[in-house]
C-alpha cells in the first residue's frame, strides 16, 4: 500500500491502513459513490427509501454463468452481458454480500452520463481557465480567435454555435466545396459554395443532414450552449468559428485549411484549425505533400491541430530490418468480410531512403504455409504499373491485384502500393506478402484498415505491430500538434436508458478505464523518429452537440424538450481521437488570446513544460503519450508569465521519483527504495522556501507538497538521496 510522508512546513498529508477484504473489489469511483450515499442519507432516510437513489449502477467482472444468477438472488438487476463483465444495477445494501460472491472479481460503479463533458473539463483544467482563476484576472474564453474545422457533418445553426446567450451566431463562414447551389463561390478556389450571412446559414441548415461529426468536435472546442444549466458545452466559448468539408483527402483538406486562415488574416485574428481526420496511406515521414504544405501554412498565430488516429486496436503495421540474404518479411491479410467485398484490400510498402527491396503477392497454402502462387518479384525502385490477373485453378485463387512501384519523389524511398481484389482462396489458403532485401535495408508497410489489416496466419508469418502507426494528415506533420487519446469515463447512458460501452466485447474485463490511454488511440514515432502524438487529451466518452437532422443516432443522450431555429436539438456521446483532437484545438485557441503570436513550436514548448504526468503517463515524453495528458490551466500561465530563467536548468527526469500536479498540492511518488531523503522548495529567483527530511522511502511512498500561504507563481521542488538529485517545476496557483 501506498505510504504518505507528512511534512508540517509544506501542508503535507498522510494515510494508512488497509482496505477491507470485501472493499479490495470496488473500485475508487465505487467507494467514492458509496461514500456519498452513506454521507447525504440518513439511516431513517434510507430505511423509508426503495426507489432507484438506494442503487448504483455499475459493471461487475464476473467468472461462470452461475454468478448471473447468484447476482440476482441478491437484487440486482442484470443488464448487459459479455463473457467476463456485466452491467447491472445494484442495492446499496447488498453490494458487501455481492463482493463476498467468489465469481465476483470487480466492481466498477458508473458515472451519471450528464457529467462526461463537464469531466473533460475538469480532466483538462480547462474549468479553472473558463473561471478565471487566481492568479488569472478574468476568464479566457478564445474571445478574438478563429476556431476552423474541416470535417463533415455541421448542424450550421445548433444553439451549441451562438454567443452563450444564443444572440448571436458565431459561425461566421460555411464552404461546402461539393456544392453548386445558394451561397456564393469562395473567392480564389474556383469551386463549392460558400454561406456567410447568418440568415445564409440558417436557412442552409446543415452540410450533411445524417452525419454528425463536425457537430460534435466543434461542440467539444468551441460550443457555448449553457442556457438552462446545460453542461455540455465547449471550452472556446467565445471564439469565432468557420467550417469546411472537403471534397477529397488531400487538396480538398489543404483548401480548406487556407480558407480558415484566409478568414482570419482578413479579420486579423490568430486561428487554430482541427482536422480529426487521417488515412494509413503515406509514408509516416512527414514528406507527404499535405504536411509539407501544413508546414508552410502555419505560423506565428497559424496553428494545426489533428487526431493521431484511432487503428490501436487494428494491426496496420508491419516493419524488419533486413540481416541477411535469406532473411525475407512475410506478412499475412486479413479481410474486412462486412463491407461485402471478400478479397478486397490496400496497402503500402515503404524503404529506406535511397534503398531497394522486393515484393511478391502470393497465396499460401494453411497446411502447408508454403506459396502455392507466387507473383514474379516487384522491385520497389523501379517504376511498375501493372495489374494482374488470376486465374484459377492455375493460380489456386482468382480475382486481381494492381501493384505500382517507385523511388518516390518525395523522399527518394522506395515504395510498393499495391490494391487487392482476390477472389476464391478461401477456406484452405491465404493472401500474403513475401518482402526481400539486402542487409541493412529497412522496410515498414501500412493498410487501409477500411478495408483489411495485416494478420499472422501462419507460423512463419511476420508479427503486425502498433508502432508507427500515427495516421498520416493529423498525426505525422512536423508542424502539426497531434493528439492522442484517454478514457475520463467508460460507459455513456443513451436518451433511451441504454449503457453505451466503450469497449468492445473482445477487450473485457479490462475495459477502457479512466485516467488511462484509450486503446483505440494511434501510438508513434514517425518514420523518421519524431515523438507521435504531442500530447494527448480526453476521447472517450465525451458528450458534446449532435446534429439535430439526425436525432434517431443512437449515440443521442439527451434531447431538449424545446425547439431552436424551427427543430429539436440534444447533445450525444462519441470516442476517438476525433474527440481528444478538438480539446487541444479549443484549449489553443485561449491560449491565442492570451498571446497570438504562438507557433507550433511554441505550443510544443508550452506542452512539454506544463503537461500532467501521472501513474498512466509513466515517464514522459514517449510515443503513447507525448508530453502527457494537455493541461490548459498551467500552460495559460506559462504562457502569461513567460519562463522564468531557473526553470530553463531543469534537468529531464530520471526514474527514481515522479511527480503529479492535484489540487492539494504536488504529489511525488517513490519508485525505487530511497534513503535518508531531503527535500527543498524554492522560488524560480532561487530563494530558498523551505527544507525538510523525509527519511527513507520505498517503492509506492507518497509525499505530498502544498504551498498553502505562499504566493502564486512557479516554485522548484527538489528531493535528494545521497548522489541522487532530482527537481520539479511546480506551479502554486
Request: with cysteine.
Amino acid at each position: 500500500m501506498m505510504r504518505k510522508t507528512i511534512l508540517p512546513a509544506l501542508l503535507l498529508l498522510s494515510a494508512s491502513g488497509a482496505f477491507a477484504q470485501t472493499d479490495a473489489k470496488l473500485t475508487t469511483g465505487t467507494l467514492l459513490t458509496l461514500n456519498r450515499y452513506h454521507q447525504e442519507k440518513s439511516a431513517a432516510v434510507r430505511s423509508a427509501t426503495h426507489g432507484d437513489e438506494d442503487r448504483m449502477t455499475a459493471f461487475i467482472r464476473y467468472e461462470g454463468t452461475a454468478t448471473i444468477d447468484s447476482l440476482r438472488m441478491l437484487g440486482a438487476h442484470v443488464r448487459t452481458t459479455t463473457a467476463h463483465v456485466l452491467t447491472a444495477t445494484l442495492p446499496f445494501s447488498a453490494v458487501e454480500r455481492i463482493c463476498q460472491l467468489q465469481g465476483v472479481k470487480v466492481i466498477e460503479a458508473a458515472q451519471p452520463a450528464q457529467m462526461l463533458t463537464d469531466i473533460s473539463r475538469q480532466t483538462t483544467r480547462t474549468d479553472l481557465v473558463q473561471a478565471g482563476t487566481p492568479p488569472l484576472d478574468m476568464p479566457f474564453l478564445g474571445r478574438g480567435v478563429v476556431v476552423g474545422d474541416i470535417d463533415g457533418g455541421l448542424d450550421f445553426a445548433h444553439p451549441a454555435f451562438y454567443t452563450s446567450d444564443r444572440s448571436q451566431l458565431r459561425l461566421k463562414r460555411a464552404w461546402m466545396q461539393a456544392e453548386t447551389e445558394g451561397g456564393r463561390m469562395p473567392e480564389g478556389f474556383g469551386y463549392g459554395r460558400e454561406f456567410v450571412t447568418e440568415e445564409e446559414l440558417v436557412a442552409k441548415g446543415c452540410d450533411m443532414g445524417s452525419y454528425a461529426h463536425s457537430t460534435h468536435v466543434l461542440g467539444i472546442a468551441a460550443g457555448a450552449d449553457t442556457l438552462g444549466g446545460n453542461k455540455y458545452y465547449g471550452i472556446a466559448r467565445e471564439a469565432d468559428i468557420v467550417f469546411s468539408d472537403f471534397s477529397s483527402t488531400d487538396t480538398g483538406i489543404m483548401d480548406a485549411m487556407s480558407y480558415i486562415f484566409s478568414y482570419a488574416d482578413s479579420t486579423g485574428q490568430p486561428a487554430v484549425v482541427n482536422m480529426s481526420l487521417g488515412t494509413q496511406m503515406g509514408p509516416h515521414d512527414g514528406t507527404s505533400l499535405r504536411d509539407q504544405m501544413a508546414d508552410e501554412l502555419t505560423g506565428p498565430g497559424r496553428i494545426i491541430v489533428g487526431a493521431v488516429g484511432n487503428d490501436g486496436l487494428v494491426d496496420t503495421h508491419v516493419s524488419k530490418t533486413f540481416t541477411g540474404e535469406a532473411d525475407s518479411l512475410i506478412i499475412g491479410i486479413a479481410f474486412l468480410e462486412t463491407l461485402g467485398m471478400p478479397g478486397s484490400g490496400e496497402l503500402q510498402l515503404w524503404g529506406s531512403e535511397g534503398g531497394s527491396f522486393k515484393v511478391n503477392v502470393c497465396t499460401f497454402d494453411k497446411e502447408t504455409m508454403e506459396p502455392v502462387y507466387k507473383s514474379r518479384a516487384f522491385t520497389a525502385s523501379r517504376s511498375t504499373n501493372q495489374t494482374v490477373v488470376l486465374q484459377k485453378p492455375y493460380d489456386k485463387s482468382g480475382g486481381s491485384f494492381t501493384i505500382i512501384t517507385q523511388q518516390s519523389p518525395l523522399n527518394n524511398r522506395p515504395t510498393a502500393h499495391i490494391t487487392l481484389n482476390i477472389t476464391d482462396y478461401k477456406p484452405d489458403k491465404v493472401i500474403g506478402l513475401i518482402v526481400t532485401a539486402d542487409a541493412g535495408e529497412v522496410v515498414h508497410g501500412w493498410c487501409n484498415p477500411t478495408y483489411c489489416c495485416f494478420r499472422k496466419h501462419l507460423d512463419n508469418m511476420d508479427m503486425p505491430d502498433n508502432s508507427c502507426q500515427p495516421a498520416e494528415i493529423g498525426g505525422t506533420g512536423r508542424s502539426i500538434i497531434s493528439v492522442g487519446a484517454y478514457t475520463t469515463r467508460p460507459i455513456a447512458i443513451s436518451a433511451d436508458g441504454d449503457t453505451i460501452n466503450a469497449a468492445p466485447p473482445s477487450l473485457w474485463p479490462e475495459g477502457f478505464p479512466a485516467g488511462d490511454h484509450a486503446p483505440f488511440s494511434n501510438s508513434g514515432p514517425t518514420v523518421d523518429g519524431r515523438m507521435k502524438p504531442d500530447v494527448t487529451a480526453p476521447g472517450c466518452y465525451i458528450i458534446s452537440a449532435m446534429n439535430r437532422y439526425s436525432l434517431n443516432d443512437p449515440a443521442y443522450v439527451w434531447k431538449s424538450s424545446d425547439e431552436w431555429n424551427g427543430r429539436q436539438y440534444g447533445y450525444g456521446a462519441m470516442m476517438g481521437t476525433s474527440m481528444a483532437a478538438p480539446h487541444v484545438a479549443g484549449i489553443v485557441a485561449v491560449w491565442l488570446e492570451a498571446d497570438p503570436t504562438l507557433t507550433p513550436d511554441d505550443i510544443r514548448r508550452v506542452l512539454e513544460e506544463t503537461a500532467i504526468r501521472d501513474e498512466y503517463t509513466g515517464h514522459t515524453p514517449n510515443n503513447t503519450w507525448g508530453y502527457g495528458k494537455i493541461d490548459a490551466y498551467s500552460g495559460l500561465l506559462y504562457i502569461l508569465n513567460e519562463e522564468p530563467s531557473a526553470i530553463a536548468h531543469v534537468q529531464s527526469l530520471p526514474d527514481y521519483w515522479r511527480a503529479s500536479p492535484q489540487a492539494d498540492g504536488l504529489h511525488i511518488l517513490c519508485l525505487k527504495n530511497m534513503k535518508d531523503c531531503q527535500l527543498q522548495v524554492t522560488g524560480a529567483d532561487g530563494t530558498v522556501i523551505s527544507t525538510a527530511s523525509t527519511g527513507s522511502k520505498t517503492i509506492g511512498d507518497e509525499i505530498i507538497v502544498g504551498l498553502a500561504g505562499h504566493p502564486s507563481g512557479i516554485y522548484l521542488v527538489t528531493i535528494a538521496s545521497g548522489n541522487e538529485k532530482q527537481t520539479f517545476k511546480f506551479i502554486n496557483y
